[in-house]
């Protein structure tokens, strides 16, 4: 394993110097350097990368395809990477920038009515979603229109948007979560879980959303109109430590789970079959990752200890 600091012409020539040798490490890098250039060079197959938005770099989900299909019609040369649509937050501030490489002039700013606790950018068009005390705002920084104010009493932390775009769900202080469907602004409460929930993603196509926050991984069900108004969630991979963090395969119905006593489980949704990733002993799990190919899941724990396991 190769932890990579360099620009993206840098990486492609020293993976192709390892390549000329027979070497071929999984590399990871920083997401400032990830973009499109890397795309189909075998010297970098299995390439980790973070982000702190949408996975820009895949079209295999109708969110993504729609963003690369925008990117095409619309500026064919633009270089997608992190910095094609890029939020962040100081204080009261909610800030959104586009552009090619990130220009004063793409910059937009919006005060939310308090601190903002968490961000996130809808699957279809340039629109931001924030949380904060008693709520969440819907913005569209490229347009003069007012936000949009969703309500709901109390500290709302983080913010994510289904695949589809029809939900917004934030976690709370309180060990609970509470949910919009945006076409009408109905709210959806999903409780019961025995600490804050500090980690959700959703499955593929996003038909359920997987959530940390107790001692079994919660599915919330997200398949029909009403989300999961007036229905339970699924339990799955019950164990006597929390869940901490969940990472959703990119292209099956399969959950990792981290848990705080350094378990990591791969939880196949359809009949709840479990298989041992990282055997548990240790310290928390802080962190989860799978490759675009799914071939591979990055895991991370609270002692230092981290690794990536081949799945293949």
């Keep these: 394993m190769v932890f990579l600091g360099m620009d993206t012409n840098s990486i492609l020539r020293f993976a192709g110097s390892c ?4 070497y071929h490490p999984i590399y990871i890098q920083s997401s400032l350097a990830a973009n499109n250039a890397l795309l189909g060079n075998r010297d970098i197959e299995g390439f980790f990368t973070a982000s702190q938005v949408f996975p820009f770099m895949v079209d295999n989900t109708p969110a993504t395809a729609q963003f690369h299909q925008a990117a095409q019609q619309y500026d064919p ?20 920038q586009t552009g090619k490489g990130g220009e004063k002039s793409g910059e937009r700013m919006l005060e939310a009515p308090s601190t903002v606790g968490g961000l996130a950018f809808a699957p279809k068009g340039f629109r931001l979603a924030i949380a904060h005390y008693n709520g969440a705002t819907l913005w569209f920084p490229n347009a003069q229109s007012e936000p949009e104010r969703l309500e709901w009493k109390g500290s709302h932390l ?23 469907r945006l076409a009408d602004g109905k709210d959806m409460r999903m409780s019961g879980y025995g600490a804050r929930v500090r980690s959700l993603d959703w499955t593929v196509g996003g038909k359920w959303l997987a959530t940390s926050g107790s001692t079994q991984l919660i599915l919330w069900p997200f398949q029909g109109k009403d989300g999961p108004m ?50 548990p002993g240790g310290a928390p799990v802080t962190a989860l990752a799978w490759s675009a190919s799914g071939d591979t899941l990055a895991f991370g724990i609270e002692d230092g200890e981290a690794g990536v396991i081949d799945l293949r």
């Design 77 to 96: 040369s633009l270089q997608l990477s992190v910095a094609s649509a890029v939020a962040w937050s100081a204080g009261k501030q909610a800030f959104a």
């Design 19 to 22: 390549a000329r040798q027979n």
């Design 230 to 279: 007036g229905k339970t969630p699924r339990i799955l991979a019950p164990t006597e430590a929390q869940a901490e963090v969940v990472a959703c395969h990119p292209k099956q119905d399969v959950v990792a789970v981290g848990y705080a006593d350094g378990l990591v489980l791969l939880v196949r949704i359809d009949d709840g079959a479990e298989v041992l990733a990282h055997k």
């Design 158 to 180: 983080g913010a994510s948007m289904s695949p589809d775009g029809k939900f917004l769900v934030t976690s709370m202080q309180e060990p609970m979560l509470h949910g919009w």
